[in-house]
């Protein structure tokens, strides 16, 4: 294994002091010109870097909430004040995918456009993905920020980055072949939605040269049953990563493979719990992102639900580590008979089916009763009846729910090409739903 550099070895005593360092360095740079968290800060008694001395003091700053960042964007449009520099600092404009509300938009200065990036080159080098490498992304290169900033990673790096714009599913496959691409970004969701259209095509993606695929965007790579499928499908070697538009790309899976490394050298990072605010060993996961002064975030509430790992890597890193990455946004939890049914605890069971392949979520309220329904792509015919038995029996087993399992035709359900949207919850009114919307 490579040497690791320095900042991710740190003993915890080191860390810490190298953390605060960084933090009140960027408070300096942000209190006299950020109007966002100037209000915020002084607010809470804190004027210059050296108000925070320790943890604990750190522990005493406000949270910041998405829903804060969003209306503060709607009061000063289009970009907020959270601007520690005059807009003509800032080289990049992106925004967030807007599946829960306004899409947040974001900059970056020149600086912090390095720093994302150096973060994806880290994403990179733990999946031993280095300059000889050649790396595809099947992505639409947007306004959403997605792959940009691993595109950047790969630039550091000095690998060949290749574009998968513009392309239908069928196309890309092609292109991963004819450019003999060594490792392929993307969700999880289109790494299996590509093999099933390769094999459609009949090109064998085990047979190409792509030897490591990472992925982000939804849990899926830190679950065992749909890593393993990725990793067949593909022949490849499957390594978790996760990020967020507003906060950078924190999160990374080492070779190890024993859950998601945070990024400790780039960010600080807490999980408590959602209800009491309390540190904990589950729950919401916090962070302070420590080189992006242009527009940064100061313990953020991400919304993702995770699980720290116990005990050292055996890479030697001395980040600390998620179970399972992540599992779930705290807001896709679902609330069935008194029981927190995370869609990923689904897709842990489901996927342990090597007949099933789609598979789509349903949560409905027949009188005073709710009933999860999990519609799955599998075999019709005799051997129907097994496959959806075998599937209920198990999610009831590791749920502890009864959940009625349905079979339907293979290729029914919807494919997607970016974050899987499996998930219906017909007790919500859903704008996009008019029949949830009147009833
Ligand atoms: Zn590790």
Request: hydrophobic share 40%.
């Amino acid at each position: 294994m490579n040497t690791l550099p320095p900042s991710e070895t740190l003993e915890a005593a080191a860390r810490s002091s190298e953390q605060l360092h960084r933090l009140r360095a960027m408070l300096d740079a942000i209190l006299p010109a950020n109007a966002f968290y100037q209000r915020k800060l002084t607010a809470a008694g804190v004027t210059q870097g050296r108000d925070i001395a320790t943890f604990d003091d750190y522990a005493q700053l406000p949270f910041t909430s998405k829903r804060e960042l969003s209306e503060n964007q709607a009061a000063t449009p289009p970009y907020g004040t959270n601007l520690t520099f005059p807009t003509a600092r800032y080289v990049r404009m992106h925004q967030t995918s807007g599946t829960t509300g306004r899409p947040l938009r974001w900059l970056d200065t020149e600086e912090s456009w390095t720093w994302f990036g150096a973060s994806w080159a880290e994403v990179f080098r733990a999946a031993g993905v280095g300059a000889n490498d050649s790396i595809f992304f099947p992505f639409s290169f947007g306004p959403f920020i997605g792959f940009w900033t691993a595109y950047e990673g790969a630039r550091q790096l000095g690998a060949m980055a290749l574009p998968g714009g513009a392309m239908s599913s069928e196309q890309r496959v092609r292109a991963i072949v004819d450019h003999q691409a060594t490792v392929v970004v993307s969700t999880p969701t289109y790494a299996l939605r590509l093999a099933e259209v390769a094999d459609r095509i009949g090109v064998d993606l085990a047979a190409s040269d792509v030897r490591v695929t990472i992925h982000a965007g939804e849990p899926g790579a830190g679950i065992p049953g749909t890593k393993r499928r990725i990793e067949e499908a593909w022949g490849a070697t499957c390594f978790d990563h996760a990020g967020a538009t507003e906060v950078g790309a924190w999160g990374f899976e080492c070779g190890a493979h024993a859950g998601m490394h945070l990024n400790e050298a780039e960010f600080i990072c807490e999980v408590i719990d959602p209800d009491t605010d309390e540190p904990a060993e589950e729950g919401e996961l916090v962070l302070t992102n420590l080189g992006r002064v242009g527009m940064p975030v100061i313990r953020y509430r991400t919304g993702d639900h995770v699980r720290l790992a116990a005990g050292p890597c055996e890479c030697g890193r001395t980040f600390r580590r998620l179970a399972g990455g992540v599992i779930g946004r705290i807001d896709d939890a679902l609330l069935v008979r008194g029981v927190v049914v995370f869609p990923s605890a689904v897709e842990s069971i489901v996927r342990l089916f090597p007949d099933v392949g789609e598979f789509a979520i349903h949560v409905r309220r027949t009188g005073e009763l709710d009933q999860l329904t999990v519609q799955v792509e599998a075999p019709m015919g005799p051997r129907d009846g097994p496959t959806t038995d075998a599937v209920a029996d198990a999610l009831r087993e590791a749920l502890g729910l009864r959940v009625a399992v349905e079979a339907v035709a293979a290729g029914t359900l919807p494919r997607f090409d970016l974050k899987a949207r499996r998930v219906t919850d017909h007790r919500r009114p859903n704008p996009d739903r008019i029949e949830d919307a009147v009833t």
